[in-house]
């Protein structure tokens, strides 16, 4: 059986990567499958009770997401031998990140309060920051990527028609705006803009949260200031008191410390998983294998 091309999102909640994926798959005229929040380390198809073989699938193109875990356990080799099947066949791999400024991103999880990632070993922070590097080329854990700036991608058409040039699909703004209803629409106006929603202001959500704490002290590392600055253009996201306010809170211990917390939970992250599914000690997302037929 033949899934196409293949695609694996790799992103984080509240990214507006419902959003992104309605509206690419409206760029297909032939068949696809799209599996949302599949785990690493099981055959995404089969973890999600599809069985490509017996149903015969013949695809366009197969998408399925990995959202909220780190890059190092979806890149490394043992989750993509748990992919392979001797017989499904498909026209490469590839990976598309999808990436939205961090302070609206932030907001959005704020706002529903996704504190909690997959992996206890790393904040939700942490995770932007390593698809944030990805992204910006400063790592290179994905080989064949297709990088997806949420902001640009909402406010572009010119941006939109290139992403549909790298896919190459027919370009369509067909789905533009329908409101997604996985994960309950827009964290801060649900489903309220369905069909209008290029009209909700997702590039000022940030405002909500500037006298919490919490929020702003995410905004004590640096290294959010600066990729935000080279991926999207600070001044694009926030007005001139807030900079000032974000540039005289950094602190060169968070900014450390961050380092270290990531670098330590990159190390140990992929060795647990191997572990894990070696030994069948628990389980590591949807950690199955494909049930024999009879």
Known sequence: MNLGKVYRIASLKRMGNNAIMHWLLAQYEGNTVYLNEVAPFAQPFFAYGCNPIKEQWNLEAF????????????????????????????????????????????????????????????SYADLWIILAREFSGKTNLSHNKICINYNKWKDSIEYRKSISEQFGTQFSDEKLNEVAQEGGGSSFDSMQFQGEATRMDTTQRWKHFLSEPRYLDIFRNREFYDLTDEIFGIDSILDEPTIHMLQKNFSRVAQRMTNLHIAYANFIFPLICKLKYT??????GQLKRAKQDG
């Open 63 to 122: 998408f399925y997401r990995n959202e909220d875990w780190p890059l190092s356990a979806l890149t490394s080799s043992l989750n993509e031998k748990l992919f392979e099947h001797p017989d499904l066949h498909h026209d490469g791999k590839t990976d598309i990140l999808i990436l939205r400024d961090p302070f609206n991103h932030l907001a959005s999880r704020h706002k529903m309060g996704c504190f909690q990632t997959k992996s206890s070993l790393y």
């Open 279 to 284: 030994f069948r000690i628990g389980t590591i």
